[in-house]
């Protein structure tokens, strides 16, 4: 099984023709990025499933005003990712964005996407300012243990919070210890450079935890390959993280659309499955695939 853990199909983000962006490279600034563009993709490359996560412009805000962006610069989210899921229920497994527990009930929220087809939840905290053992996120655990969910946790933007990193590492091991039925994945690596000293509480965390895991979509918020396939730094970052934790606790991702200018969709995969020589075959097929259907409970 192959699998991307990182998708977003979107109506458009960073609007151009609203901020004068004369490139049009970036397919997402101008034109839709639709589940079924996403399904071609993933059929063309040889994808099986992949982890579609859905946010909405508010769910963004913090990230996008820093870059001088607005509310009406993204369109996508909780509907559009469910007609996906629903036309593609077979491809998909639906994840959904947690909404800031200080203005609403989250956990409420969190429920009720489980009822309409979630397997999971997108959690932002740097986004929302939001420390995790909040008593609102707490719930919110509490909410996907009861579900039998997932969760997925990106620390993107920790640098222009209010909250240090290593408070996050010392609140997500108190998290993966109160939660230990609930799988996480760390998006982005953790959103610290794997290259760098800095990874290392991010790899201590996996190595205490076994529901612990590591998605690899924009790794460590670093992409400094261009458009140079087969992406030589990234191979890099992932041949770090391979070799420190193993490859059945990190995940292959795409971070789709997002990075579409600097690499097709079948790049990303093809540049693992024929270039990546540090793995063995058996290590790529967890890399790409097997790691996440266990980490989803789908594989033996």
Known sequence: MIVDTETHPLLFGRYAPNNGNKTLIKHYTWCEQSPELLVAEMDNAGVDKAFLISYDAEDIQFPEETKGYTLEDYAGGRKYSLRGLRQFSDRFWWFNTVKDPNRYDAAAKVAQDFADGAVGIKLFPCYIGCHLNDPGLVKVFETVRQRNGRALVSFQSWRDGKIPFATYMEEAAEMLARFPEVNVALMQAGCVDPLKPEIEPVLDLVRRFENCYLSTGYCGEVWDDGSEYPFANWQGRI??????????????????????????????????????????????????????????????
């Open 239 to 300: 041949k770090t993280l391979v070799q420190a934790v193993g490859a059945n606790r990190v995940m292959w991702g795409t971070d789709w659309p997002w990075f579409e200018h600097f690499f097709k969709y079948e790049q990303s995969f093809n540049s693992v499955r024929r270039h990546a020589n540090y793995m063995s075959e058996a290590d790529k097929a967890f890399f790409l695939g097997n790691t996440a259907a266990r980490f989803m409970g789908v594989a033996p």
